[in-house]
T-cell receptor
Framework: DAGVIQSPRHEVTEMGQEVTLRCKPI?????LFWYRQTMMRGLELLIY????????DSGMPEDRFSAKMPNASFSTLKIQPSEPRDSAVYFC?????????FGPGTRLTVL | DQQVKQNSPSLSVQEGRISILNCDYT??????FLWYKKYPAEGPTFLIS?????DKNEDGRFTVFLNKSAKHLSLHIVPSQPGDSAVYFC?????????????FGKGTKLTVNP
């Protein structure tokens, strides 16, 4: 089993640019989660989908952040425009029941 | 308001000894608890879980204990090995309403010295 796949693994961009992070969940998992990890706040849930439908986006920091899940095997997290305070590691996770399995993360640096 | 707390940011133990990682929670609706291990530059890896109907779950060297009255859980690693050195996260969820959200603690960095 391939596990959760995220791309890119590293992204360096300039303030104001659009950033798109990608995630492929484990086949057969029906829930997908986007997290952000920072030193100050730890691991925060941004949004989660169940059967491709957004269920809870209360963790999305502001309108600059958006997430989509057009099908069961793909999701994106977009930041537009990006700001230096968005610099963090972004994780995607998927689950079939309550146990979540994480991808390797995307380290985002906004200059 | 932190619903899941790991009060020890770090722990250092000798190889072969027991490692005990602690976690406290405040939300009495939590009924499923998990431990994750995280190495640098990798995503968290699921380690072991426990439902609130149990007070102990064991998997090899790893045992999780749950004390519902104290709202406390702990992870025991026996014997500890240098490869266990990582950050350990405690997480909790409530099955009420069908939500699959996990609430994570801030982690405890375990160092196992050879």
């Amino acid at each position: 089993d391939a596990g959760v796949i995220q791309s890119p693994r590293h992204e360096v961009t300039e303030m104001g640019q659009e950033v798109t992070l990608r995630c492929k969940p484990i086949s057969g998992h029906n829930s997908l989660f986007w997290y952000r990890q920072t030193m100050m706040r730890g691991l925060e849930l941004l949004i989660y989908f169940n059967n491709n439908v957004p269920i809870d986006d209360s963790g999305m920091p502001e309108d600059r952040f958006s997430a989509k899940m057009p099908n069961a095997s793909f999701s994106t997290l977009k930041i537009q425009p990006s700001e230096p305070r968005d610099s963090a590691v972004y994780f995607c996770a998927s689950s079939k029941q309550f146990t979540q399995y994480f991808g390797p993360g995307t380290r985002l640096t906004v200059l | 308001d932190q619903q899941v707390k790991q009060n020890s940011p770090s722990l250092s133990v000798q190889e072969g000894r027991i490692s005990i990682l602690n976690c406290d929670y405040t939300n009495s609706m939590f009924d499923y608890f998990l431990w994750y291990k995280k190495y640098p530059a990798e995503g968290p890896t699921f380690l072991i879980s426990i439902s609130s109907i149990k007070d102990k779950n064991e998997d090899g060297r790893f045992t999780v204990f749950l004390n519902k009255s104290a709202k406390h859980l702990s992870l025991h690693i026996v014997p500890s090995q240098p490869g266990d050195s990582a950050v350990y996260f405690c997480a909790a969820s409530s099955s009420q309403g069908g939500s699959e959200k996990l609430v994570f603690g801030k982690g405890t960095k375990l160092t196992v010295n050879p």
